[in-house]
């Protein structure tokens, strides 16, 4: 069963105190792994998506990372607006799987001035 | 990006009653939608697959009768919660992937049941 674990569930920083979310997964075959922001009371909205360990995206103040065991979400200087719920997702390569995605539970950033 | 709509944002109905949400693909076809449930600080749990044309996958424990999908078009997809009890609150999320493996989510719809 592919399984997804984030920590920490919730963070808190000041304003430009860079920090990392873990996104810890297990999963039978990779096919990709997403990274999405959720605002309160909002579907999730998409950031980015990794296939293979090494690979490395980024967006603004966001920096994704994949190694085989895990994915990293760098923050560089978050400002107050960066305050969401991060979720990490795996989908796997299953036959007749379709696009399924296993989520984790999220962690919970806010940021301060 | 690919832009999912769903309404209503918001719903409270009384128990015993049902309640239709709407999840369309504004600006693609969809062949295939997906339907999540989340409940407080938990993650979104996958409820089902729509498929157009034909009938919906349902995830193991997720009761068939209870959840009600058709997906009428390529580009809208229905959840009806049918007779609805308090235990069924929740926040309902539909998603589609248009190019690749990347879902693309809907609004959200706040699900109450007084």
């Known amino acids: 069963e592919d399984q997804v674990t984030q920590s920490p569930e919730a963070l808190r920083l000041q304003e430009g105190e860079s920090s990392s979310l873990n996104c810890s997964y297990t999963?039978?075959?990779?096919?990709?792994l997403f990274w999405y922001r959720q605002d309160p009371g909002k579907g999730p909205e998409f950031l980015f998506t990794l296939y293979s360990a090494g690979e490395e995206k980024e967006k603004e103040r966001l920096k994704a990372t994949l190694t085989k065991k895990e994915s990293f979400l760098h923050i560089t200087a978050p400002k107050p607006e960066d305050s969401a719920t991060y979720l990490c997702?795996?989908?796997?390569?299953?036959?007749?799987?379709?696009?399924?995605?296993?989520f984790g539970t999220g962690t919970q950033l806010k940021v301060e001035l | 990006g690919a832009v999912v709509s769903q309404h209503p944002s918001r719903v409270i109905c009384k128990s015993g009653t049902s309640v239709k949400i709407e999840c369309r693909s504004l600006d693609f076809q969809a062949t295939t939608m997906f339907w999540y449930r989340q409940f407080p600080k938990q993650s979104l749990m996958l409820m089902a697959t729509?498929?157009?044309?034909?009938?919906?996958?349902?995830e193991q424990g997720v009761e068939k009768d209870k959840f009600l999908i058709n997906h009428a078009s390529l580009t809208l997809s229905t959840l009806t919660v049918t007779s609805a009890h308090p235990e069924d609150s929740s926040f309902y999320i539909c998603?589609?992937?248009?190019?690749?493996?990347?879902?693309?989510f809907g609004q959200g719809t706040r699900l109450t049941v007084v």
């Open positions: 997702a795996v989908q796997a390569i299953l036959t007749g799987g379709g696009n399924k995605l296993t």
């Open positions: 729509s498929n157009e044309g034909s009938k919906a996958t349902y």
């Open positions: 998603s589609a992937t248009p190019r690749g493996p990347e879902a693309f």
């Open positions: 999963v039978s075959g990779l096919r990709g």
